[in-house]
Structure formats: structure tokens, C-alpha cells
């Protein structure tokens, strides 16, 4: 481990035993609350934004796994981070299911368990808006990618029209309660223009889905 990941492996605050008892629903419900927009266009972004991937593959916050069937064969190696143990377990049962070869790793995008300069493609979908600290988490990103990589990702966004972004304001404290920690109106592109990346990304529409998370932000970012 280099020096900068052991600076960087802090614990991280536990959360409380009823919050856990709800990310542990969470992990049960996520699926079928997303399967709309899943069904409507996630799915196909999904795929489209994984095609791109290349070499050693890390998957930040994979959750339930919904990315795994996309990935390209020619990857050299793919590695799944989740932090939330029933994730971990329903994630262990997808890949399972699927049939391809990774490797899954307990560990946060905050702390992340590879050397400097060490992976080609790091994979964000849906993950940078529910990390306590998202600025850390790109730093760890920009450290674990090596001169040339990509970080690919799909996140829902701040708005840009002003009417739904008070609307992102307002529900802010209860999507986040009971969307285990997500942040609906992060301001994620910004967030990564500071933290140095070069960012080309599409707008979207996350249809089928509550209206604080319909906006999207889908492309690549490099160091």
C-alpha cells in the first residue's frame, strides 16, 4: 500500500443500527424501484457507457450489479467495489448468475484498495451522488488511474432549470433519508472540473423515475 492510501484508509462514521437496518431494505428494493427507468433507457446507457471500458476495470459502488451484463469481454480485469454488505451479497448472486469473471471488493470510493497509477477504467454509475464526500472520493479516483485513463460514468446531477432545482432543494433531506444517503441536487460535473478532470458529458433524462433525480450526466472524464 502506498503512502497516500494508508493516509487515505481514516474509518469511516458507521452508520446507526436503524439506518443500517433500512440500507439493508434498500439493498432488497432497489431493483424493482429502479426497474422502470431501467426498462426506458438506463439499461441502454448502461451498456453504451461500459463498452467503453478498457484494461483493469474498477467498478466503484456496484451495488446490485445492474452493470455487469454489459461489460466487454476484452477487459483484462474487472473489479466490483461495494461497501454495504447486503449489496455485496445480492451483487455476489448477479455475478454468479452472469457468469463472467470479477473480483469483489469491500471497500468505499473514499479509501480505494489499489496502488497509484495502477487502473485504466474506473466505473461510476449512480455512486458520486451518495459518497459523504465526494471530492475525496475523485481524488482517490484520479490517484488510482494511470496517465491516459477514464473514468465512465452516469450521474444524476443538480439541475440546470431553476424551478426543479428548488424542487431539489426542498426534498433534499428526505430523498436523502430514505434513498440511503443520496444527494439529489450534488452539483457532480463542477465537483470534478475541481478536482481537476477534463469532463466530456451528455445531458439525460432519468425517465420512470422521481423527478429529483431526471437529470443526467452521462461521459468521460480524464487526468
Known sequence: MTETARENSRTE???????AVWLRVMALVYDPFVWLGELIGMRRRRR??????????????????????????????????EPEPAMRRKLARRLER?????????????HLPFTDASVDTVV???VLCTVPDPEAA???IARVLRPGGQLLFIEHIRSGSRLLAAYQDVMLRPWRGFAG????????????????????ADAAVWHGMPAVVHPLAIGRATI
Open 181 to 200: 444517503g443520496c444527494v439529489c441536487n450534488r452539483p457532480t460535473l463542477q465537483l470534478m472540473h475541481a478536482c481537476g478532470f477534463t469532463v466530456r
Open 13 to 19: 462514521p458507521q452508520p446507526t443500527p436503524a439506518y
Open 98 to 110: 452472469v457468469g463472467r469473471t470479477a473480483r469483489i471488493c469491500d471497500a468505499s470510493a473514499l
Open 138 to 140: 475523485l481524488r482517490e
Open 124 to 126: 461510476s454509475t449512480l
Open 48 to 81: 453504451e457507457l461500459v463498452a467503453d471500458a478498457r484494461g483493469r476495470v474498477v467498478e466503484i459502488g456496484a451495488g446490485t450489479g445492474l452493470n455487469l451484463p454489459h461489460y466487454p469481454d476484452g477487459v483484462d480485469e474487472l473489479v466490483l467495489t
